[in-house]
């Protein structure tokens, strides 16, 4: 005999369909608030337009004269670990860019032999930056080595105390000969050495690139409205562009004063580079505090307030900073998406010093 259901039961069953209805209505609109962006004006299309400009690149770039080599990375990792680069044997290019604090040092202002007056630059995808320094005196990454190595207040290290310290070393003259074969142990094959381990340095991939793969769960809904406004009512992708979020450029963002001139120490004649600093990238930044060419902002809500309010308003000042009338919620996601640019740690063997 066919079963026949119950009038209540019949009643149920013939819901289910109104259910079933509501329930897709319901993830739908879930989904659209997860990937569209009615905040502000932007539309899921500007969104996606803008993700396309932050992809990662494959590979990393070496330059033609000094091309990438397994024995000059395994030459420049002891380099960059071992303080045989300082006068007092005390200090290695580690000791300021620690690897578990994403190649900063913590510290408001670096401290080599003196305290500086500077905040330490993170080497994360230093490779594709072509002027380095906070003021941009160093030409290319091959040329910065020198600078803290003799600098008396860093590391204080004569040239010529360096190299017979490295000469003198058998583990050393067998290194150089594998880094380079015919080569003597020289300023120029340390400069090379250090400049070729340090283009290894690349931020492992964060939430973020997750999200910019396709992955819409890896960043949460405030984080997606930061990042729209990060490139749209904020302006932060004017500078901080590109998948490394840096143009490399300087600005005057309102920051630093007095004798603190940036750039212009270099272009003393340019009324636009008085008090400009290099645009730093912003991969792991929620974990590099505090921030600022000085380490004048100790964290993310510091640095928001600074641009919100507009910096010091003064001739040199950008035409990029100005007030910015975010909202407490506005503030909340810009903070929300910066965390997601935080990568997932990548341990970095300290190499075995050749003594």
């Not at 091309?67 to 395994?74: F, L, R």
């Not at 001139?261 to 990238?281: D, E, M």
């Not at 100790?298 to 919100?308: C, F, G, K, R, W």
Request: net charge negative; proline share 8%.
């Amino acid at each position: 005999m066919p079963y026949t259901p119950h009038s209540a039961t019949r009643r149920y069953l013939a819901w289910l369909p109104c259910i079933a209805a509501l329930v897709a209505l319901v993830l739908a609109t879930d989904f659209e608030a997860s990937t569209a962006a009615p905040a502000n004006g932007v539309t899921a299309a500007q969104r996606a337009t803008w993700q396309a400009d932050f992809h990662r690149p494959d590979t990393t770039p070496y330059p033609d004269d000094n091309p990438y080599s397994p024995a000059k990375v395994e030459l420049g990792h002891k380099l960059f670990f071992d303080p045989v680069l300082s006068g007092s044997g005390k200090l290695a290019c580690a000791s300021c860019h620690k690897p578990n604090l994403s190649w900063t040092d913590g510290r408001k202002t670096a401290e080599g032999e003196q305290e500086m007056a500077t905040h330490t630059p993170t080497l994360l995808d230093i490779a594709w930056i072509d002027i380095m320094g906070w003021d941009g005196h160093f030409p290319s990454l091959e040329k910065v080595a020198f600078g803290p190595i003799n600098n008396p207040a860093i590391m204080n290290r004569k040239t010529e105390d360096l190299l017979a310290a490295l000469r003198a070393n058998p583990n050393y003259i067998q290194a150089f000969a594998e880094a380079f074969p015919g080569q003597p142990i020289s300023r120029e094959t340390i400069e090379q050495a250090l400049a070729t381990f340090e283009r290894m340095i690349v931020a492992s991939p964060a939430p973020f690139d997750r999200w910019i793969a396709g992955d819409e769960a890896a960043i949460d809904a405030s984080a997606k409205r930061g990042f729209d406004l990060f490139n749209g009512k904020a302006g932060c992708a004017e500078c901080h562009s590109g998948w490394n979020f840096t143009d490399g450029a300087f600005y005057d963002i309102g920051v630093g004063q007095g004798d603190d001139i940036g750039r212009a120490k270099l272009f003393p004649n340019s009324p636009k580079l008085r008090y400009a600093f290099k645009v730093p990238t912003l991969r792991d930044v929620a974990r590099r505090a505090p921030y600022m060419h000085n380490g004048s902002e100790p964290d993310l809500a510091s640095v928001i307030e600074l641009y919100n309010q507009g910096g010091v308003d003064r001739p040199s000042r950008s035409e990029l900073i100005k007030p910015l009338n975010l909202t407490a919620q506005d503030k909340a996601d810009l903070i929300a998406f910066l965390k997601t640019l935080t990568s997932d740690p990548k341990p970095i063997a300290v190499s075995e010093l050749p003594h």
